[in-house]
């Protein structure tokens, strides 16, 4: 009975994280670029029945308790993976709008040195005149955009081109270049669409853009969230009842205990 108690805490415990997890999701259905996140669970460490019901009686092992199904000790959350399936896409028609057609990440570096990766959004021409995001974070590919400048495009391919005055042709100013991952679910996820390669995602491969089956990009869309509330409703709605099952293990191993101190000689 005191087993049940912990177990049920830990299906609780698994639960709510599952709940907060789902909420933040509904939260973000319309953020440009948010990828959903799914909770993954695991089993805790089990024991046999037969070590339970009597650990030191070790020839019993071989007799009616030899064949006794192994005891669970509960669930625990294993992952809290973002799920980076593919979402709407949203004409803008603004040329500092970009979107990823596919997979991949754009590099970023952050005020530390250190990297970063977005899937796109607004970008825009921070005040060291580089090409950055709608935070200020200049793009690894460190493209200077002119101050006359009078128009911006950005090819599939990740050329970036600029048309100055005076100029009859646009002049090529750097190229954006992307990177995968061997598992993206697992990068550390920063805030404002930004994430952070860790040792489950593994660290970054370069691709280049339009080649060989990878990812393009596409001037003037933004990417939508792909979260869809269908599913994430009925996901909380699976989670509450888990909860509420939980709950009633709890429950019932209480009064079970209630009865036995209440036993009378």
């Known amino acids: ?24 999701n509904l939260a973000n259905v319309n953020t440009v670029g948010f990828k959903k996140a799914r909770v993954g669970f695991a089993d805790l460490m089990v024991r046999e029945a037969a ?16 064949a006794a199904p192994r005891m669970g000790a509960g669930v625990a959350v294993a992952s809290t993976a973002k799920v980076f399936d593919a979402a709407e896409e949203k004409k803008t028609d603004s040329p500092l709008d970009l979107a990823i057609r596919g997979d991949g990440f754009v590099e970023v570096t952050m005020p530390d040195g250190s990297s970063a990766f977005t899937r796109g959004g607004t970008l825009k021409v921070n ?14 590919a460190s493209i200077a955009i002119p101050d006359n400048a009078q128009s911006l495009v950005i090819g599939g391919d990740g050329r970036v081109q600029v048309r100055l005055p005076n100029q009859a042709n646009a002049v090529e100013v750097g190229r954006i270049e992307l990177v995968r991952f061997a598992s993206p679910g697992l990068l550390a996820a920063l805030g404002d669409n930004l994430y952070r390669a860790s040792p489950g995602s ?15 990009f596409a001037q003037g869309f933004l990417e939508g969230s792909n979260v869809k509330m269908v599913d994430e409703m009925v996901n909380l709605m699976l989670a509450q009842g888990a909860y509420g099952a939980c709950v009633k293990v709890v429950q019932a191993a209480d009064e079970m205990l209630g009865l036995v101190n209440n036993l009378r000689k």
Not at 51 to 66: E, K, M, S
Not at 202 to 216: C, N, Q, S, W, Y
């Open 1 to 24: 009975m005191f087993d049940a108690l912990a177990i049920g805490a830990t299906g609780m415990q698994a639960q709510q994280t599952n709940v907060e997890t789902i909420a933040n």
């Open 51 to 66: 070590a339970v019901a009597a650990p030191n009686a070790d020839d019993l092992r071989a007799g009616a308790l030899a």
């Open 127 to 140: 005040k060291d005149g580089l090409l950055a995001t709608a935070a200020g974070y200049p793009l690894k």
């Open 202 to 216: 593994g660290e970054p491969i370069p691709v280049r853009p339009g080649e060989d089956g990878a990812a393009t």
